[in-house]
């Protein structure tokens, strides 16, 4: 079969805004046509060859379950030898970042597909394996970086069994975050992923909307499992309005049956919470949480305050940490991904119980990688950064 790829055309990209907090409703009355120019304005790094085989007071939604996925005309098009990708062969800032115009397109290996990638996401880890945080277990160097992906797939490994080219995929597409993530990610046209990491992506997310969720919603389900969360149990999620916290709050009501939810943010942040079903929103610039008398059976530490977060849990309960030293009874985890999670959520995010939260800020296109990747560091993001459209 011949390769194709399928180019999302963004004169035709449609997305849509809601405003928060008042409500999440499932309507989109108010609709953005992006438009977008690609320029290539730095040095590229070696090429790589053959891979292995303060503000807003108002917060808004591009999540919402009328978007239609079909609304991003396709164009076929031949799977070509190189591509375009960010890439970085020394550890450091946002300056190490460069665009490189001839990479080559990855070879699919037997259980992996070849995604033509429409929209990525950030993640705080990929700043911090940038940085070399991670240079230990890291993949070797020059790297792609990208976690999280959206695409279409253009190209089947002979053992696949659960995709087809064409179909619209989304994805964590590294199944260790910091052991030996892919040196490909999703940063760059095209990507390979092993199909267990993938889910069919909701069908009324549009691509941006999908890129935000993998490695955030799946940490929140694992880090909620870990702690045996059930029904009728109370939960404190710290850091309510990044990427994953928002996630916790929305799975633990929707999907664990939470009796009782708080989480923190600062004073911009409070209506959001609200409105993704938090019962009492903290603003930690203004009191301690865990002065509080209610205590909680889980809290959820999604900002580094493990010393904290076990004064405020209940006798026996749970405390995830998921950065920064832990206390006991703490304990940290790092997220395995698995595309089995996502297929498990896709009916919540289907009907809207669950929805991705895009920073306002974004989606950023392609050539402003390095400008989205400073947002993200100032660890001021609401949501997810998103990185779309990708030419
Ligand atoms: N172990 C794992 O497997 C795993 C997986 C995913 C993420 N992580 C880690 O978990 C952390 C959170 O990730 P993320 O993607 O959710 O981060 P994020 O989206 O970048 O977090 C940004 C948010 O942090 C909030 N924030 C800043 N200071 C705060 C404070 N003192 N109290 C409460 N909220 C505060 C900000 O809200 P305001 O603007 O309102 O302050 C902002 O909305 C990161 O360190 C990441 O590396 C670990």
């Known amino acids: 079969m011949q390769n194709m790829s ?12 809601t405003s928060l907090p008042s409500s999440l409703p499932s309507t ?4 953005l046509r992006f438009s977008f120019t690609f320029r290539e304005n730095r040095t590229p790094v070696r090429s790589l060859k053959a891979p292995f085989s303060a503000r807003p007071a108002r917060v808004l939604v591009k999540a919402q379950a009328t978007a239609p996925a079909s609304s991003e005309a396709v164009k076929l098009t031949p799977v070509p030898s190189q591509m375009k990708a960010w890439v970085y062969g020394e550890y450091g800032g946002v300056d190490v970042l460069k665009l490189d115009s ?5 070879d699919v290996k ?6 033509k990638v429409a929209a990525a996401a950030l993640n705080p880890v990929d700043g911090k394996r940038r940085q070399g945080k991670f240079k230990a277990t890291d993949s070797p160097l020059p790297t792609v970086p990208g976690y999280d992906v959206a695409g279409v797939v253009v190209k089947v490994g002979s053992e696949v069994k659960d995709f087809k080219v064409g179909d619209e995929v989304y994805g964590d597409l590294s199944e260790k975050a910091l052991e030996g993530p892919k040196q490909f990610g999703s940063l760059a046209e095209y990507t390979a992923v092993e199909e267990k990491l993938l889910a069919l992506k909701p069908k009324n997310l549009d691509f941006a909307q999908a890129a935000a969720l993998p490695l955030a919603i799946e940490t929140a389900h694992e ?5 045996a969360f059930s029904p009728g149990k109370s939960i404190l999620v710290l ?6 916290g928002s996630l916790v709050i929305q799975l633990a009501k929707q999907v664990f049956g939470a009796s009782r939810v708080a989480a923190t943010s600062s004073t911009r942040n409070l209506d959001l919470l609200k409105s993704l079903g938090a019962d009492l929103a903290i603003d930690y610039t203004k009191e301690n949480f865990e002065d509080l008398s209610e205590k909680f059976d889980v809290v959820f530490d999604a900002i580094g305050q493990c010393d904290r977060a076990v004064k405020a849990v209940k006798e026996g309960g749970s405390v995830v940490a998921l950065t920064g030293a832990v206390t006991p009874p703490g304990f940290r985890f790092v997220v395995t991904s698995n595309g089995a999670v996502l297929r498990k959520l896709n009916p919540y995010l289907e009907s809207g119980k669950v929805k991705p939260i895009v920073d306002p800020k974004g989606p950023f296109p392609f050539d402003q990688l390095a400008e989205a990747f400073s947002y993200l560091e100032t660890n001021r993001a609401t949501g997810k950064v998103v990185i779309h459209p990708i030419p």
């Open 28 to 31: 989109s009355p108010l609709s």
């Open 102 to 106: 001839n990479v080559a397109v990855p």
């Open 223 to 227: 880090g909620l499992e870990r702690t």
């Open 110 to 115: 037997e259980d992996q597909v070849l995604v």
């Open 6 to 17: 399928l180019c999302a055309s963004p004169s035709t990209t449609t997305s849509h805004l």
């Open 239 to 244: 850091n309510g309005s990044g990427g994953v």
